[in-house]
């Protein structure tokens, strides 16, 4: 019987808003071609705004797997991505973060708004009780999470958090230099 390896996934979080500059557009759709030429099953929030629906789309059009999973009560305010892959609809939000939590193998944090925050605090929240040890990346386009990495320092200068948090947390300011920590983290070899 052959050894059927399993796709990598990365579950992303992001932004149902594009934001203010084109910046942020333009490192979502790079950070699509590259999970696609990669072979890396992107996981994220199923909508089709912003951020998230750039980088569904880039995945898809570069011929990626994508699953998208989206609550009940977010199908008419985010929309549905029905042609970037398959989709699964849960009944409400920690139902959609326990399925894209099963559903994928590290973290990965884009720029967003409080909903992203909260999705990639959880899963922090998770390392610090030992619930998780997943990895989990920031995509840091143009200093967008500067301040919170400040934020999490201080949670450890003033002994709120141990300093493996530090440690484990991983900052990129491109796709560039994200991509061979991914991989690495994920055991895939480079297509270069």
Same mark, same amino acid.
């Given at each position: 019987?052959?050894? /059927?390896?399993?796709?990598?996934?990365?579950?992303?979080?992001? #932004?149902?808003?594009?934001?203010?500059?084109?910046?942020?557009?333009?490192?979502?759709?790079?950070?699509?071609?590259?999970?696609?030429?990669? $072979?890396?099953?992107?996981?994220?929030?199923?909508?089709?705004?912003?951020?998230? #629906?750039?980088?569904?789309?880039?995945? +898809?059009? &570069?011929?990626? $797997?994508?699953?998208?999973?989206?609550?009940? !009560?977010?199908?008419? /305010?985010?929309?549905?991505?029905? !042609?970037?892959?398959?989709?699964?609809?849960?009944?409400?939000? +920690?139902?959609?973060?326990?399925?894209?939590?099963?559903?994928?193998?590290?973290?990965?944090?884009?720029?967003?708004?409080?909903?992203?925050? $909260?999705?990639?605090?959880?899963?922090?929240?998770?390392?610090?009780?030992?619930?998780?040890?997943?990895?989990?990346?920031?995509? !840091?386009?143009? #200093?967008?999470?500067?301040?919170?990495?400040?934020?999490? $320092?201080?949670?450890?200068?003033?002994?709120?958090?141990?300093?493996?948090?530090? &440690?484990?947390? &991983?900052?990129?300011?491109?796709?560039?230099?994200? /991509?061979?920590?991914?991989?690495?983290?994920?055991?895939?070899?480079?297509?270069?």
């Amino acid at each position: 019987m052959k050894n /059927i390896k399993k796709k990598k996934s990365i579950c992303v979080f992001c #932004g149902s808003k594009h934001g203010n500059s084109t910046i942020y557009k333009d490192a979502t759709l790079e950070l699509g071609e590259q999970l696609a030429k990669n $072979e890396i099953k992107l996981v994220y929030g199923g909508g089709s705004l912003g951020l998230m #629906g750039e980088l569904s789309k880039s995945v +898809h059009r &570069n011929k990626g $797997e994508v699953l998208g999973i989206i609550p009940k !009560n977010l199908l008419k /305010i985010e929309g549905i991505n029905k !042609n970037n892959g398959k989709i699964i609809i849960t009944n409400d939000m +920690h139902k959609r973060k326990k399925t894209m939590y099963e559903n994928a193998d590290a973290f990965l944090c884009l720029p967003g708004g409080i909903g992203t925050l $909260e999705e990639v605090s959880e899963t922090i929240t998770w390392f610090q009780l030992k619930i998780s040890r997943k990895p989990i990346f920031f995509l !840091n386009i143009n #200093g967008y999470w500067d301040n919170f990495r400040v934020l999490l $320092e201080q949670f450890v200068s003033l002994e709120f958090s141990d300093q493996d948090l530090l &440690n484990y947390l &991983n900052f990129f300011e491109s796709v560039e230099t994200l /991509i061979p920590s991914l991989l690495s983290s994920l055991d895939i070899p480079s297509k270069e």
